[in-house]
């Protein structure tokens, strides 16, 4: 709820109300606590407050429960008691719907979300594919030559089509990009195709999110909440990490520098956020980190939620301003030890023991320390969560399909489209040379008969030919593909040309 102004989060057990300040929100908060202890209530909570500001808030629903936000919450024997515990009958409460646009990566059960090859970038895929060092190098050297030769990889099919490529050219190409092992190329390349069976033939395409779309508000200046269903997708967690782990760079690489705002622009939630920093490699947590330091001056709040603080490296642990500490249980020497470091990262309050409180919160309790006015710090209070306007748990079946086909980006989304890309422009090029060569040959096959050549002198006369076949052959395909192929045609013309050549002599002759 919004009141005076400010994010109202709970109640202190003397009843002082407990307040995020809007123009802090965006120096990203914490959400942890064990698994039933309220922190989905209070992600719920959270995503109604900002929105009442008019702030867009993008979560992913890992549980699908989240989707109840577009329904209307109900009485209950618990949420009257907690509207007369909050005296919220007195406040302005009452149940509410909120805007709400549903994702969804393969389309099934919100609007269809996808990014290209390109803008996922080397790094973020060498992940999802699990590549090694060597690996991950070579398919960077790959995206290199796409950008180099203005080849666009929209989906998976280009980038199998470029490795291929890179493969095929390799000595060719060793010298401006060192040298490619063929082997190597093989191994990512079966690693693209284990990423199309799991989905990436899916969520691989165009047209791909156009990220000011999660920028709206209703009509009542409520800002839309863009959830994510993640049910499916937790399955695979590195896919689940990755591709949050990009929506955020996207808002970091496309949004202007706002500075310090009077309110976030958009609040993003990472629910179970530990899947982002599990078995990642150091060059990756260097780029989480670098995110989350600076999308805050863009004015994005990034805030995680995840069972217990260790779970978040250091460096980004160090940003997260606004927590929110719900139970945890200490059952074991490590559990001991994570309670006490959950403890020791809150400003201490001299009327209770941290650690103690934290052990013994009940559900929908929780330790709270949220930035002040002037971005210090507050001592940590015990607090109740207020209770969620909306409705607990998932959305029902109709409800859920009204709002994802009443949405105006439904149809702008639904749709598959494929363009001409890398894999056009390469296949187009490949038949053109393939075809060219041909003819040449032809055209040397018939000066031979005529002039009683011996083959083994039309061998060596074919060889030198090819030698300057390539050239020719990079100048056709640029003429012919013009715009579609860029500059390509040139650089990659010589080289299949020639190697089409040596191969359609070595086969019609058995060399």
């Keep these: ?6 994010i109202w989060i709970a109640n202190t057990q003397s009843g002082e109300n407990v307040f995020i300040q809007p123009k802090m929100a965006n120096r990203h908060g914490l959400i942890a606590g ?7 209530v209070t992600l719920r909570v959270l995503c109604e407050s900002f929105s009442d500001m008019g702030v867009p808030v993008f979560i992913a629903d890992v549980k699908g429960d989240v989707s109840g936000l577009l329904q209307t919450g109900s009485s209950s024997p618990d949420m009257d008691s907690r509207i007369k515990k909050f005296a919220l009958d007195n406040a302005g409460f009452s149940f509410s719907s909120y805007p709400v646009a549903l994702w969804d990566l393969s389309g099934k059960k919100g609007i269809k979300l996808r990014t290209t090859v390109s803008e996922m970038g080397p790094l973020l895929l060498s992940r999802i594919m699990k590549l090694n060092e060597l690996q991950s190098d070579l398919l960077t050297i790959c995206f290199q030559i796409a950008d180099d030769n203005d080849l666009l990889m929209v989906d998976t099919k280009d980038l199998k089509a470029v490795l291929n ?10 010298a401006d990009y060192g040298n490619i092992s063929s082997q190597s190329i093989a191994t990512i390349v079966r690693a693209v195709v284990a990423l199309e069976i799991a989905g990436g033939k899916t969520f691989f395409g165009e047209p791909s999110l156009k990220i000011e779309d999660w920028f709206a508000n209703d009509s009542q200046g409520r800002g839309v909440i863009n959830i994510l269903d993640s049910s499916s997708l937790i399955n695979d967690t590195r896919l689940y990490s990755t591709f949050l782990l990009w929506m955020l760079s996207e808002l970091f690489e496309n949004l202007p520098e706002v500075g ?3 309110k976030p622009k958009m609040v993003f939630f990472f629910d179970e956020a530990h899947l982002l920093f599990n078995d990642a490699p150091k060059v990756l947590l260097e780029k989480i980190e670098q995110v989350v330091k600076l999308v805050r001056s863009k004015g994005i709040g990034v805030y995680f939620c995840t069972q217990n603080p260790r779970d978040i490296t250091d460096g980004v642990l160090s940003q997260l301003g606004n927590k929110i500490q719900h139970g945890l249980r200490a059952y074991t020497p490590a559990d001991q030890k994570a309670l006490k470091a959950a403890a020791q990262s809150f400003r201490s309050n001299p009327e209770f023991n941290t650690e103690e409180v934290i052990q013994n919160l009940g559900i929908g309790e929780a330790i709270v320390s949220f930035l002040d006015e002037n971005g210090v710090p507050g001592v940590c209070q015990k607090v109740n969560i207020l209770p969620p306007q909306s409705k607990i748990g998932p959305a029902d079946a109709i409800p859920r399909d009204s709002c994802i086909r009443s949405n105006a980006l439904y149809e702008k989304y639904k749709n598959d489209v494929d363009p001409v890309s890398a894999y056009e422009s390469l296949a187009q090029a490949k038949k053109q040379q393939e075809e060219a060569a041909a003819k040449n040959s032809a055209s040397t096959s018939g000066a031979a008969k005529k002039s009683g050549t011996s083959k083994s002198q039309l061998v060596k006369s074919g060889k030198r030919a090819t030698s300057s076949m390539g050239s020719s052959l990079g100048r056709e395909v640029g003429k012919a593909l013009g715009g ?15 190697s089409l050549g040596r191969g359609l002599l070595s086969t019609l002759f058995k060399i």
């Design 165 to 174: 490529y890179m493969s095929e050219n390799s000595k060719d190409l060793a």
């Design 34 to 40: 064990a698994t039933g202890t309220g922190k989905t």
């Design 484 to 498: 579609n192929f860029g500059s390509l045609g040139k650089k990659i013309g010589g080289n299949i040309g020639a």
């Design 260 to 262: 310090d705002a009077q």
């Design 1 to 6: 709820m919004v009141k005076d102004e400010k």
